[in-house]
């Protein structure tokens, strides 16, 4: 399926437009006001689960509790994420981060306290619920505020694919720094160092964005008819799950999430089991540093196939990836292949959060965003559960399993069912001057 859209609005008649790249991308005015306090704000999410990790193992010795522990964590967060964008959608982003930001810092607290006081796990699992349903969207609020401020001209919309790998790189850097930052923390200052720095981090980087009020998507119940695009009616509160082409992205997102937690677990036991725990940040962070490189390459690459192919190959790619990690042994081959993992991650995310502007309406696209965002957070926690189990009962290299596994179940649902993340008009048609028209791919 092809879109066609205007490339030439803004360029000099008979010269090609700027190519679409990150230095044009942040000149959009405005940009800067809310993607440093959205660094900021999201920093600490890499954090969390590593964190939870580290110290309930460490007070319970035991990586399977400490991996259901995180599971729960991550189960709430997929549950409440999409909730959470669909009333920053309706109510605007400020209002719900704010008290979002302050009972998650509350909830952190309650979970470390517990874990150093020896609580029984039904009680870690009590703390665990708010904690995750009260993690700051920040992410998807940040890809929002890009599609409601890109899309605003058919000039600018060209800048969609550009700012969806910019938010991937964002998000693999965070990935880099966090997990090293609350190992470090964990293994260097305190057991519960890690998982305290996330929640003062959340609680500090969350206000600072919350206050970024100028470039928020206006709340859906004050929008006017020329304020929507590509579907949906002036005011109209549509769910975002009711797109099909969203319910496939969320099923296949699992699979990244299934890698994320199946990673964090089981590096983590095999640092442990060559009697090095520090190596674990090292090599989740060259895992992460693969990710960031790729997002950084199809950001600067002029695509000529569409997300959905590109989503496809991708995912091919990481299930290919994946199948070798369980019989490596070497801290060098593992680093060299947790890195050809992550290179495979970053395109079949970007992809899939490309999708979502010609897929959903604007009034719902925080909710999308929030519902991809859940489902990783949900494989996470599948995958965290199941490689802690399988690490206590048969070590690491039984962990590295549940990528492969999740990964190929995720290929095979993305095969399958291909045909629905085609978006239902025709395309977009922006003529001007002597209606120079370029088709872009969507396919």
């Known amino acids: 399926m092809v879109n066609t859209v205007d490339t030439t609005a803004g360029a000099p008649e008979g010269t090609a437009p700027p190519r679409p790249g990150y230095g044009q991308l942040l000149r959009t005015p405005g940009a800067w006001t809310f993607l440093l306090p ?78 150093l006081a020896g609580a029984p796990l039904w009680a870690l699992f009590l703390a665990a619920v708010p904690t995750g349903a009260s993690v700051p969207q920040v992410g998807p609020m940040v890809r929002a505020r890009w599609a409601a401020v890109l899309g605003s001209s058919d000039e600018r919309a060209r800048l969609l694919p550009t700012a969806a790998a910019f938010e991937s790189v964002t998000d693999e850097f965070t990935f880099v720094i966090g997990p090293v930052l609350a190992t470090a923390l964990c293994t260097g200052v305190h057991p519960a160092a890690g998982l305290i720095a996330e929640g003062v981090l959340t609680l500090a980087g969350g206000l600072l964005f919350a206050a970024q009020r100028g470039t928020q998507p206006k709340p859906a119940g004050r929008r006017t008819a020329g304020s929507e695009r590509a579907g949906g009616s002036a005011g109209a509160r549509v769910s975002a799950l009711s797109v099909p082409g969203v319910r496939v992205l969320a099923v296949v997102f699992l699979g990244i999430g299934s890698v994320f937690g199946g990673m964090q677990v089981s590096l983590t036991a095999f640092a442990e089991e060559i009697g090095n725990p520090g190596a674990n940040g090292l090599l989740y962070g060259v895992f992460a540093a693969g990710n960031m490189l790729a997002g950084i390459a199809c950001g600067a690459v002029a695509w000529k196939i569409g997300p959905r192919r590109r989503l496809i190959a991708g995912y091919a790619g990481l299930t290919l990836a994946a199948s070798g990690l369980w019989a490596v042994h070497s801290v060098p081959v593992l ?6 993992v992550g290179l495979f991650i ?98």
């Open 346 to 443: 970053a395109p079949a995310l970007i992809s899939g959060y490309t999708l979502i502007e010609p897929l959903v309406p604007a009034g719902a696209r925080t909710e999308a965003f929030t519902w991809l965002t859940g489902s990783v957070a949900l494989g996470q926690a599948g995958a965290v559960t199941a490689a802690g189990q399988l690490a206590d009962a048969h070590g690491a290299s039984a962990g590295f399993v549940v990528p492969l596994v999740g990964t190929a179940l995720a290929l095979i649902t993305l095969v399958a069912l291909r045909s629905r993340l085609t978006p239902k008009a025709s395309g977009r048609v922006a003529a001007r001057g002597m209606g120079h028209r370029v088709p872009v791919a969507v396919d």
């Open 335 to 340: 680093a060299g292949l947790g890195l050809l």
């Open 38 to 115: 959205g660094f900021a704000a999201r920093q600490p999410f890499a954090m969390l689960t590593i964190g939870i990790v580290l110290l309930v193992q460490h007070t319970s010795g035991s990586y399977g509790s400490a991996g259901i522990v995180a599971a729960v964590t991550g189960v709430s967060m997929a549950l409440f994420a999409p909730q959470n964008g669909k009333l920053a959608d309706r109510f605007g982003q400020r209002a719900v981060l704010v008290p979002g930001v302050l009972l998650h810092a509350a909830s952190v607290t309650a979970l470390t306290v517990l874990a």
